[in-house]
């Protein structure tokens, strides 16, 4: 029987994040399998997959932060935002100062209102807006609350005379899109700007060091690389719990509140996780109940 934990994908470019779903339920033998927080098939790095019991946490994990690495282009917008929508307009990029980029820049980073790229998995009453955009439709997203932690240039390039390329690290909050932020950077600049390239390379606590590719996991005799305790243990604060908490726990009782931030990890006195917990009304109860104490 598959163990229930976490893998780390380092997930390749073409591939959607359903597509690894589909090769990691090949490799383990389950279809308990599913994912934390989407990666558009143009970008690569850390995809976070849960398998068994752990899938349980996905949802959770998801609301974590994330980091990218990307590569903005200046002079150019396309339909998607990235690189693989058609272009759309976009003015050269030639005269775009140093100064400029830094202050667009600052300008996207803490609390923002943003709008998510046209091109996207939001609904829009009951259908996906990118649906509804193939569709031919005028699709128009409400903005969204987000928090760009940070932005910061690495390197440019200029492909040629009217293009410029930013490389930039993101710290950000879940439902970020960088498509957006590169959108919104060359809109303010007035040249337009799209998402070349994108890597994660965090999900909360899990990065590309340790991530697997595809192939490395495919030669793994178990592909499952964070066990359930110990993936637990790091993305969520923890409380040690008697045997006789941790049976009311395993069974979706209730415990006295122990004023920690949630959720966090209960974990019984052999150190197996036992329920995700959050404490409100004065109480500590499971938002997650993994399995029954022993």
Do not use: N
């Amino acid at each position: 029987m598959t163990r229930p934990g976490l893998i780390v994908v380092d997930k390749p470019a073409c591939w959607t994040s359903h597509d690894v779903v589909a090769r990691l339920r090949r490799l383990t033998g389950t279809r308990k399998v599913g994912h934390a927080g989407t990666l558009d098939p143009m970008a690569t790095g850390v995809l976070v997959i849960g398998v068994e019991r752990a899938t349980r946490l996905l949802g959770h994990l998801a609301l974590g932060d994330k980091a990218y690495r990307a590569t903005i282009r200046l002079g150019q917008a396309t339909v998607t935002d990235d690189a693989e929508g058609e272009l759309i307009g976009g003015a050269s990029a030639a005269a775009v100062t140093a100064a400029e980029i830094t202050a667009g820049l600052a300008a996207l980073t803490g609390e923002l209102d943003q709008v998510p790229a046209r091109v996207s998995a939001v609904k829009v009453d009951g259908k996906r807006a990118y649906a509804r955009v193939r569709a031919g439709e005028e699709v128009a997203l409400a903005p969204r609350r987000v928090t760009v932690s940070r932005l910061e240039l690495t390197a440019t390039r200029r492909p040629d005379g009217d293009l410029l390329d930013l490389d930039v690290d993101v710290e950000c909050s879940s439902g970020t899109y960088i498509r957006a932020l590169a959108r919104d950077l060359g809109v303010a600049l007035g040249v337009g700007g799209h998402l070349t390239a994108l890597r994660r390379t965090r999900v909360g606590p899990f990065d590309l060091a340790q991530a697997l590719t595809l192939e490395e996991l495919a030669a793994r005799a178990d592909p499952v690389a964070v066990s359930l305790d110990a993936a637990v243990a790091a993305a969520f604060p923890r409380r040690d719990v008697d045997a006789a908490a941790a049976d009311r726990l395993g069974h979706g009782g209730k415990l006295p509140p122990a004023g920690l931030d949630g959720p966090y990890g209960a974990f019984d006195p052999d150190g197996h996780v036992i329920a995700l917990i959050e404490e409100r009304d004065g109480m500590a109860r499971p938002v997650v109940v993994f399995a029954p104490a022993g």
